[in-house]
């Protein structure tokens, strides 16, 4: 982890955008389509730490985008080209637009100075989205990514982030995956190497602090 005077520098509430990844009542609620995704997201107290940061970043002047992974009810534009995908169209739970499935679930907080940015296809909530048009916008250089999972949006999201130029942070204990040995793994040995990698107390002493930077008007 980063001494706290850089990571304080890399989280300036002015350039920084806090990204949750399909956290989502579909995917995270107690009627989840994955539920042992949403068991994992809540049990590891990941979801609570989401719900903290997010909050957070709303008091301290942080802009806050949810990514939030939706489908047609006729699946019209999904992907087929993948196990994952043909997994999903068979759920019992789809995560139709419109519908409660693709609501930003509970306890995480949508002020109306959210953004929320939808996605009909692919794996990432970056590549092929609004989502780094928005990020160069909004002024953004560091991208606070949380959500799920662990296995393939995040680090998506993470290596999509960085490819564009942007410094990802990961607070480790904000995102989750299955197994639940998977996520420590992962960030270990593959987001600790392109991410800074935090922890949501971190995050939230940097935006709280008196001497944090001055946010946006």
Do not use: K
């Not at 197994?179 to 002493?205: F, G, K, Q």
């Amino acid at each position: 982890m980063p001494p706290r005077e850089q990571l304080a520098e890399q989280l300036d509430p002015a350039t920084t955008v806090v990204l949750t990844v399909e956290c989502q009542q579909g995917v995270v609620g107690p009627d989840s389509a994955l539920p042992q995704l949403a068991e994992e997201v809540l049990t590891s107290g990941a979801l609570h730490n989401i719900a903290r940061l997010v909050a957070a970043a709303h008091e301290a002047g942080v802009q806050v985008l949810h990514a939030v992974a939706e489908r047609r009810p006729d699946g019209r534009g999904a992907n087929s080209n993948a196990r994952l995908f043909r997994a999903a169209g068979r759920l019992p739970v789809q995560q139709h637009s419109g519908t409660t499935a693709a609501r930003i679930a509970p306890p995480i907080e949508v002020a109306d100075e959210d953004i929320v940015v939808r996605r009909l296809h692919g794996l990432s909530p970056i590549a092929g989205t609004d989502v780094d048009a928005l990020l160069r916008n909004l002024g953004c250089r560091t991208l606070v990514v949380v959500g799920v999972s662990a296995n393939v949006a995040i680090p998506n999201a993470v290596f999509d982030a960085v490819n564009l130029g942007y410094t990802a942070v990961v607070p480790s204990d904000a995102i989750a995956g299955v197994p639940s040995d998977y996520t420590p793994a992962m960030i270990r040995n593959t987001l600790a190497l392109v991410a800074t990698v935090t922890t949501t107390p971190e995050v939230l002493d940097c935006w709280q602090s008196p001497r944090r930077a001055t946010t946006r008007a």
